[in-house]
């Protein structure tokens, strides 16, 4: 009998441009995930994926994409607990999927983490609006505002306590499940250059691979814990998002196969 699949997609910035082609290269083998969850760049991927835009759809925006197309600067940045929102990041967001969305109406079961702020844990978003849950999910805490959704009123980046939401993915009842790591281990040593938010970027950075790293050596309930080869790309620029895609791609070719096995097909 045939195994239900579900993906974690993990979170990364432009790394995360990668989820894109690994979603496109399974596709194309005609695998589809019963269920996905996210974290960060991977929620929203996920998000739009469940919602049935194309992977397609989603490289074709991503590649026309600036910096200055996902974030504004806010003018009071110690009174909203951040130095900018995410406002311009959701309407690219809404765009894609065409409309609002509740996680009820979306193709594929899907849920997101995003850390609650003022209890120090993860949290499971799996009701309510979509694009507000992966915005959530992505706020990083110190550069974006905290996220206020639902009964809790400082959200933050999900990567903070959960990179790769694989235990969510059990919760889900997925029986087979395939980690997407676009960040891997910690790569090359690295001084923040001069400004603030590039210190506190390389401190979760550090924090949140330690965590993840201990997390890959359990590998509790995971078959397979995938790691596309990004090398040093920084995840904070957009330069070489057609690379991560690439890579993402050449993975997802490489494994499907593999995920076929262990589904049953």
């Not at 739009?48 to 994409?65: D, H, I, N, Q, T």
């Not at 059990?170 to 603030?196: F, Q």
């Not at 979760?204 to 078959?223: G, P, S, Y």
Request: contains cysteine; hydrophobic residues 45%; glycine residues 10%.
């Amino acid at each position: 009998m045939k195994k239900t699949l579900g993906l974690a997609l993990g979170a990364g910035g432009s790394r995360g441009v990668a989820h894109i082609g690994f979603l496109q290269a399974l596709d194309e083998a005609g695998i589809r995930p019963d269920y996905i969850t996210g974290c960060s760049m991977g929620a929203i991927v996920g998000a739009l994926y469940c919602a049935g835009v194309s992977p397609a759809a989603m490289k074709e925006r991503v590649f026309s994409l600036k910096m200055g197309d996902l974030a504004a600067i806010n003018l009071s940045p110690f009174r909203m607990n951040g130095l900018m929102n995410m406002k311009k990041a959701r309407k690219v967001i809404l765009e894609l999927m065409g409309e609002e969305k509740e996680f009820d109406a979306l193709e594929i079961p899907f849920a997101c983490v995003a850390t609650d702020l003022m209890k120090g844990q993860p949290v499971m978003l799996n009701s309510g609006n979509v694009i507000d849950a992966a915005i959530a999910s992505s706020s990083i805490p110190g550069v974006f505002t905290p996220a206020v959704f639902g009964d809790y009123p400082m959200l933050i980046d999900g990567c903070i306590t959960e990179r790769v939401p694989t235990r969510e993915l059990n919760e889900m009842g997925a029986e087979v499940i395939v980690a997407v790591d676009v960040l891997g281990n910690l790569i090359t040593e690295r001084e923040p250059t001069g400004r603030l938010v590039n210190t506190v970027l390389r401190v979760i950075d550090i924090m949140d691979t330690r965590a993840t790293r201990q997390k890959r050596l359990m590998r509790e309930h995971v078959a397979l814990w995938l790691d596309p080869k990004l090398g040093d790309m920084d995840q904070y620029a957009l330069k070489d998002v057609d690379f991560a895609y690439q890579k993402g791609y050449e993975l997802g070719k490489k494994k499907a196969n593999k995920i076929k096995q262990f589904v049953g097909e």
